[in-house]
């Protein structure tokens, strides 16, 4: 079974720009979470998505979006990049949130550089 | 608000030594824990998790955590280091089995000494 793909794996974009980032699930998972890597904040949570649906949404401003296709993949959108969205953006998905008992497997992520 | 603090943002221990990483949490319901592991340039992987069921929870590659209530603790041991453990190790808690929202820690680098 493939696990999950994340693409593109690096990304440089300058101030300003806007970018999509894509997330393929594990086949047959319909939950995505998205979750930001930094050295200073650590990790954090984006957003999930559960059937097209936004189920959960962290602290994070209006800038960063999302959402999620009928056949489970989803993207995240940056507008208006700022140097500190520098980050690895990293993708989760599990085959059903409603039990935790499944596990969230992580995709190798994307790393995005702002200039 | 649930929160996770890792005490230690490095932890060195020579081969074949007991591996400590430790993992306190803040919930104000019973919470489910978890201990990741990321290597450089990949993704997180799950060790082991917390669900209410046994206090001792047995994960992948020899590690094993015990949950303490009584000392909101849920530290991550194994008996004897391997080089390959050398890692960063991420502990996270959730307070809803209906989530796939996670609070991590910031994180523990271990580094393995021959």
């Known amino acids: 079974k493939a696990g999950v793909t994340q693409t593109p794996r690096y990304l440089i974009k300058t101030r300003g720009q806007q970018v999509t980032l894509s997330c393929s699930p594990i086949s047959g998972h319909r939950s995505v979470s998205w979750y930001q890597q930094t050295p200073g904040q650590g990790l954090q949570f984006l957003f999930e998505y559960f059937s097209e649906t936004q189920r959960n949404k962290g602290n994070f401003p209006g800038r960063f979006s999302g959402r999620q296709f009928s056949n489970s993949r989803s993207e995240m959108n940056v507008s208006t990049l700022e140097l500190g969205d520098s980050a690895l953006y990293l993708c989760?998905?599990?085959?059903?949130?409603?039990?935790?008992?499944?596990?969230?497997?992580f995709g190798p992520g994307t790393r995005l550089t702002v200039l | 608000a649930q929160s996770v603090t890792q005490l230690g943002s490095h932890v060195s221990v020579s081969e074949g030594a007991l591996v400590l990483l430790r993992c306190n949490y803040s919930?104000?319901?019973?919470?489910?824990l978890f201990w990741y592991v990321q290597y450089p340039n990949q993704g997180l992987q799950l060790l082991l998790k917390y669900t209410s069921a046994a206090t001792l929870v047995k994960g992948i590659n020899g590690f094993e955590a015990e949950f303490k209530k009584s000392e909101t603790s849920f530290h991550l041991t194994k008996p004897s280091a391997h080089m390959s453990d050398a890692a960063e190790y991420f502990c996270a808690v959730t307070d809803s089995s209906n989530t796939g929202k996670l609070i991590f820690g910031q994180g523990t680098t271990l580094q393995v000494k021959p």
């Open positions: 919930s104000s319901v019973p919470p489910y």
């Open positions: 989760a998905s599990s085959s059903d949130p409603g039990t935790i008992l499944n596990e969230q497997f």
